[in-house]
C-alpha cells in the first residue's frame, strides 16, 4: 500500500470520527468504560496469580518433634531431613520461640503457658525446592523416628488455591465479556457510518475502487475509536493503583507477600488494553462491514 494511500486512510477515517460527532463519542464512552472495568479486572487477575505463585512458594512443611527427644535424636532427625529429596533448607525453631509467635499473635495472656507449662512442640520448617514436592515430603518426614507430626497445611493451601484459580478465571471470563460488548458497540456506530455513506461507495465501486480500498478506513476508524476511548481509563487505572499499592503494599508486605508493583504492572497493562481496545475497535468495524457494506 501506498504512503499517499495509507494518507488517504487516515484522513478519511478521522474525518468520518468527526462527522459523525454524536455517534462517535457514544462509541467512545462505551469503550472507555468496558476499557476500565477490563484494566481493573486484569489489574486484579495478574496480582492474584502473583500472589498465589507467592503463597505456592513459601508453602512449607512443619515438622513436630516429640516431647523429651534429646538434643542428640534432635541432630541426628535434623540430618535426615536434609537428606530428603526436595528439601533445599531446614529451620530449627524451640518450642520457647513458637510461644512467642504465639503470644506475638494472639496476646500476652498466652504467656501464662511458659516454661514447663509450654505445651508446643520444638518445630523443623522444612523448604521445598519445588513447592509441588512438598506433600512427598511431608509424608516421608513424618514416617522419621522422633516426629510427632508432619503437616504442610494442604488442604487449608488447596482451598486457597482453588479460591484464587476462581477469581482468576471469573476475572478473565469477565473480561472476555466486556469487549465482546465494546466490539457489537463499535460495530454498531460503523454500521450507521457505513449506511449514511451508501451512496459514496457506490460512486467509488463504480469507478474501479477495490473492496479492501474502501474498508481500510472504516477499520481504521474503528481502531481510532478504541484508541481514544482508552485515553482515560488509563489514567484512572494508572492513578487508582499506584494508591491501592501504597494503602495495601504496606499490609502485604508485613505478612511476607506484595502486589506488583506500579513499575511491574502499569506498563505492560497500558500496552496490553491499547492493543485490545484498538483490535476490538478494527474487528468491530471489520464485522459491520462484512454484514452491512454491499458492493
Known amino acids: 500500500m501506498k504512503w499517499i ?12 470520527l468527526k462527522r459523525n460527532g454524536w455517534m462517535a463519542f457514544a462509541a467512545i464512552s462505551g469503550v472507555a468504560v468496558t476499557i476500565l472495568l477490563v484494566g481493573i479486572s486484569l489489574a486484579l487477575v495478574f496480582n492474584v496469580t502473583k500472589l498465589s505463585h507467592d503463597v505456592e512458594s513459601d508453602v512449607r512443611v512443619h515438622v513436630l518433634v516429640e516431647p523429651k527427644t ?19 533448607k531446614v529451620t530449627y525453631s524451640s518450642k ?10 494472639y496476646g500476652d495472656s498466652f504467656k501464662m503457658f511458659g516454661g514447663d507449662d509450654n505445651p ?17 515430603i511431608a509424608k516421608k518426614a513424618a514416617k522419621l523416628d522422633h516426629v510427632a507430626k508432619a503437616n504442610y497445611g ?24 466486556l469487549l465482546i460488548v465494546a466490539i457489537f458497540l463499535i460495530a454498531n456506530t460503523i454500521r450507521i457510518t457505513i449506511l449514511s455513506r451508501r451512496n459514496e461507495i457506490e460512486i467509488m465501486r463504480l469507478v474501479g ?16 475509536t478504541g484508541l ?41 497493562l497500558n500496552l496490553t488494553l491499547v492493543v485490545v481496545a484498538m483490535l476490538i475497535g478494527a474487528f468491530g468495524a471489520a464485522i459491520s462491514m462484512r454484514r452491512f457494506l454491499k458492493v
Open 96 to 105: 520457647a520461640n513458637e510461644l512467642k509467635k504465639v503470644v506475638s499473635q
Open 70 to 88: 534429646t538434643t542428640k535424636q534432635k541432630a541426628k532427625l535434623e540430618t535426615e531431613l536434609n537428606d530428603l529429596k526436595g528439601v533445599t
Open 228 to 268: 481514544l476511548g482508552a485515553i482515560v481509563p488509563l489514567v484512572i487505572i494508572d492513578l487508582g493503583y499506584a494508591n491501592v499499592f501504597r494503602a495495601v503494599g504496606r499490609q502485604l508486605a508485613s505478612s511476607g507477600y506484595s502486589l506488583m508493583t506500579p513499575g511491574q504492572l502499569i506498563w505492560p
Open 5 to 16: 494511500t495509507i494518507k488517504r486512510h487516515l484522513r478519511d477515517s478521522l474525518r468520518s
Open 120 to 136: 508446643l512442640n520444638d518445630v523443623y520448617t522444612i523448604k521445598a525446592t519445588d513447592p509441588e514436592e512438598t506433600m512427598a
Open 154 to 177: 494442604g488442604d487449608e493451601a488447596k482451598k486457597l488455591f482453588r479460591t484464587m484459580d476462581s477469581v482468576r478465571n471469573w476475572g478473565v471470563g469477565f473480561s472476555v465479556l
Open 209 to 224: 475502487a477495490t473492496r479492501w480500498y474502501i474498508r481500510w478506513p472504516f477499520i481504521l476508524e474503528g481502531a481510532w
